[in-house]
């Protein structure tokens, strides 16, 4: 039973939300990003191959999409409090246990299986949910701001997190991440209520004449997850976003996330300098993100992939024919970070306009399923490729040319939802 609890700020408590909850995203996009800056330490203190860690990852990166629908039913169905809770304590003891690995598998369990589980209930289906549900106006606007999560995340964590690795070593990586998790977990009790009504507030810039959040789904979770997906699946509009989010993941968290820094190594770059240039791309892909944002309120989202897309394609061909300077990987830095996710709040607008407002968290967490699949692939394919071909050559110019393709299949993308709600509300007695 919710005891309801004034808290002070009035309708703008709405945005005490989203700063805890942009806290979390932060910290899992550390943690999502820390397979990256273990993957030369892990190597040269076990000996383990580029492919074996890359395919830690990539289990990671997998199921951090695929948890996602079923994240969003279970905060519709048990709360966003307690699933938030249950997956900073999974997470903060996955990245605890993993200082005593010793062998391929516990690192598979450990940096790919619990960690892919965690972060995959704190990921962008908990910004939808979240924003869906506190806000009313202003919708792309918070969900650019709390999608810059991750590039904040990245900010904060990459550097000293390769600076950590480099002089103290890949333990004290492992378990300041642990403690970052378990930092949040009385956070998030304290400040996050289930919904505004707990706490006598309608969501923010709601009108007098608004109906309050819609009831929660009703019958089996995994029945209503999985028949989701189904009857999305028989929209054209589903396939062409879970294609370009594919695309998406496929060119960020799967290549540049986990191979950027290796690459660079291949060219000389020290670890830490490398770190820093993608913590570069993680400053303008906070200012991007939340323009991006600002843009989706106010210019078709389907131009804005486009666009996005199509730049993305050609920045990743022209990078592995660079000279490595300094002045041409600032320049990728700058390009690449103001469009590094840019596309997750028209994406999630073309989502919430195709299904409707009540089945979009669940069809999203879908959508990001494939772009966590996509990037699953670039990771695996990426390390297998290195290690046949002596190069990262041939998987920039494949991601280059998906993102090229994505751009156009943006475009094809229909808005108006004209459907039943994909899921059965439970009505109140």
Sequence with gaps: ??????????????????????????????????????????????????????TAAAVGILLYGLVGPFAAA?????????????????????????????RPWQLLLSWGVLSGTGTGCVAVVLGATVVGRWFSSHRGLMMGLLTASTATGTLIFLPGLAAIAEYAGWHTVVLTIAACCAALVPLVLW???ERPADIGLTRYGA????????????????????????????????????ATFFVCGFTTNGLIGT???????DHGIPEVRAAGLLAMMGIFDL????????????????KLLFAYYGLRGLSLIYLPYSDFSLYSLSLFGVFYGLDWIATVPPTLRLTTDAF?????????????AGHQVGAAV????????????????????????????????????????DGAPLIPVVEAA
Excluded at 37 to 50: D, E, K, N
Excluded at 91 to 101: E, F, I, K, R
Excluded at 356 to 368: H, K, L
């Design 1 to 54: 039973m919710t005891i309801p609890r004034s808290r002070p700020f009035g309708q703008n408590y709405a945005f005490v939300v989203v700063a805890v909850v942009f806290l979390a995203l932060l910290v899992s996009a550390g943690m999502r990003a820390t397979p990256g800056v273990l993957m030369l330490p892990l190597g040269r203190a076990f000996g383990w191959s580029r492919d074996s860690i890359s």
């Design 74 to 102: 279970l905060m519709q169905r048990f709360g966003i409090r307690r699933v938030l809770l249950g997956a900073l304590s999974m997470m903060a003891l996955a990245a605890a246990g993993s200082a005593a690995m010793t």
């Design 191 to 193: 400040l996050l209520p």
């Design 207 to 242: 009108g007098p004449d608004e109906p309050a959040d819609a009831g929660a789904p009703g019958g089996n979770l995994l029945a209503l997850t999985l028949g989701t997906l189904r009857r999305a699946s028989r929209r054209g509009a589903f396939w062409y976003l879970f």
């Design 259 to 265: 191979h950027f820094i290796a690459l660079c190594g």
């Design 287 to 302: 200012f991007g993100t939340t323009a991006s944002g600002w843009l989706t309120d106010r210019v078709d989202p389907r």
């Design 356 to 368: 409707g407002e009540r089945d979009a968290p669940v069809v999203f967490g879908w959508v990001v």
């Design 378 to 417: 670039a990771a695996f394919m990426a390390g297998v490729l290195r290690v046949q071909l002596g190069s990262y050559l041939a998987p920039f110019v494949i991601a280059g040319a998906t993102g090229v393709v994505a751009a156009f299949l943006a475009l094809r993308i229909r808005r108006r939802h």
